[in-house]
T-cell receptor, first 114, second 117 residues
Framework: AQSVSQHNHHVILSEAASLELGCNYS??????LFWYVQYPGQHLQLLLK??????LVKGIKGFEAEFIKSKFSFNLRKPSVQWSDTAEYFC????????????FGTGTRLKVLA | ETGVTQSPTHLIKTRGQQVTLRCSSQ?????VSWYQQALGQGPQFIFQ???????GRGNFPPRFSGLQFPNYSSELNVNALELDDSALYLC????????????????FGPGTRLTVT
């Protein structure tokens, strides 16, 4: 079955620390990849996306992610986090064949200490 | 703001009742997907509607049904509510690009928080 794993459920960092959130998926075909963020009380917002081309993609607010096809991974990174990055982060995979559903991971709750 | 709106914001129902949730898609989008997000979980795909037809369904029982209207807005109906149906219900709209509808992104609404007691 298709699935997405986010290894870290809760992460606590101090401001200016570097961030890396893991995301692995199980699907043998071509996929589109996304990271979404959900700030407290707000709706899901797209951070970045990968469709094809350069496997290193840059998103909003200084976030980037690297697609490593051989490892079925799409890890999210930020060199220096801010208190305002406190939120829940979701990785999502969209198989490009069949239905157009997104398969989400269970999310990583990030808390940044000021 | 994505331009996707959902109503109502919150809803409390009793087990066994029926509920209808509504979604207005972003202008220009012809596809609506519905997701269920239980507490502490990621969103789970319920189904998708494309030009008023169901275009794929997740692992949800038939008491979860939907509609899409000519203006591309959509409804999610849940019959015979169970306690486990308590969740945030998310609507996402999109407009597939590419020859086979690939390479597109979904824009999420704020969700409807359903509590079943």
């Amino acid at each position: 079955a298709q699935s997405v794993s986010q290894h870290n459920h809760h992460v606590i960092l101090s401001e200016a620390a570097s961030l890396e959130l893991g995301c692995n998926y199980s699907y043998g075909g071509t996929v589109n990849l996304f990271w979404y963020v959900q700030y407290p009380g707000q709706h899901l917002q797209l951070l970045l996306k990968y469709f094809s081309g350069d496997p290193l993609v840059k998103g909003i607010k200084g976030f980037e992610a690297e697609f490593i096809k051989s490892k079925f991974s799409f890890n999210l990174r930020k060199p220096s986090v801010q208190w305002s990055d406190t939120a829940e982060y979701f990785c999502a995979v969209n198989p490009t064949s069949g239905t157009y559903k997104y398969i989400f991971g269970t999310g990583t709750r990030l808390k940044v200490l000021a | 703001e994505t331009g996707v709106t959902q109503s109502p914001t919150h809803l409390i129902k009793t087990r066994g009742q029926q509920v209808t949730l509504r979604c207005s898609s972003q202008s220009g989008h012809n596809t609506v997907s519905w997701y269920q997000q239980a507490l502490g979980q990621g969103p789970q795909f319920i189904f998708q509607y494309y030009r008023e037809e169901e275009n794929g369904r997740g692992n949800f029982p038939p008491r979860f049904s939907g509609l899409q209207f000519p203006n591309y807005s959509s409804e999610l109906n849940v019959n015979a509510l169970e306690l486990d149906d308590s969740a945030l219900y998310l609507c996402a709209s999109s407009s597939p690009k590419g020859l086979a509808g690939e390479n597109y992104e979904q824009y999420f609404g704020p969700g409807t928080r359903l509590t079943v007691t």
